[in-house]
């Protein structure tokens, strides 16, 4: 698509229930990245793609978050038994690859987020 | 662990005038720096990227200067109008295929 492409824009739930949040990337960009974004708080890295695979989960806050990504494409963060402290705005990322001495600028295009709220 | 630092947190300016907003990192091995803008409720909009060897970006009234032995950055924004209002953010990483850093940014208001 055009830009990155992201769903639910709202979701309220209730404190235990599960979630999924959804993110489609650029056509054409390999990277992809998940950030958090928490009231008053600036941007928390949760966790990269590079293709399908994910070189990078160390932001993920607790094994209740997940995240894959299938055909090179779409992904998606499951929080499960969600708690209040989940709420947040959930931003995804997409990029160009760099890949060796070919290396794009590796500019990142955002999403306009997921607002999570957790009751 | 690289950390960056915007000040100030907010600014309030009155139209026309120029401004300047400061971030700092504090491992000077980056690889680009990214300025980005960010509206109340909305995601993030890329404004400039400047890649560790470069020294400036420009694009219409923004320009961005980097001083990578320094540690700093600043987004220069003249004849500053009520559009320009949002939240500046700054972000560093340290090679191309790893997750951008972010400062907290600064909220800007310039008052018609």
């Known amino acids: 698509g055009a830009g990155v492409s992201q769903s639910p824009s709202n979701k309220v739930t209730e404190k235990g229930k599960d979630v999924e949040l959804r993110c489609d990337p650029i056509s054409g960009h390999t990277a992809l990245y998940w950030y958090r974004q928490s009231l008053g708080q600036g941007l928390e890295f949760l966790i990269y793609f590079q293709g399908n695979s994910a070189p990078d989960k160390s932001g993920l806050p607790s094994d209740r978050f997940s995240a894959e990504r299938t055909g090179g494409s779409v992904s998606t963060l499951t929080i499960q038994r969600t708690q209040q402290e989940d709420s947040a705005v959930y931003l995804c990322?997409?990029?160009?690859?760099?890949?060796?001495?070919?290396?794009?600028?590796?500019?990142?295009?955002f999403g306009e987020g997921s607002r999570l709220t957790v009751l | 662990k690289q950390e960056v630092t915007q000040i100030p947190a907010a600014l309030s300016v009155p139209e026309g005038e120029n401004l300047v907003l400061n971030c700092s990192f504090t491992d000077s091995a980056i690889y680009n720096l990214q300025w980005f803008r960010q509206d109340p409720g909305k995601g993030l909009t890329s404004l400039l990227l400047i890649q560790s060897s470069q020294r400036e970006q420009t694009s219409g009234r923004l320009n961005a200067s980097l001083d990578k032995s320094s540690g700093r950055s600043t987004l220069y924004i003249a004849a500053s109008q009520p559009g320009d209002s949002a939240t500046y953010l700054c972000a560093v990483t340290i090679s191309g295929n790893t997750p951008l850093v972010f400062g907290k940014g600064t909220r800007l208001s310039v008052i018609a």
């Open positions: 990322a997409s990029s160009l690859e760099v890949v060796g001495r070919f290396a794009n600028t590796g500019e990142l295009f």
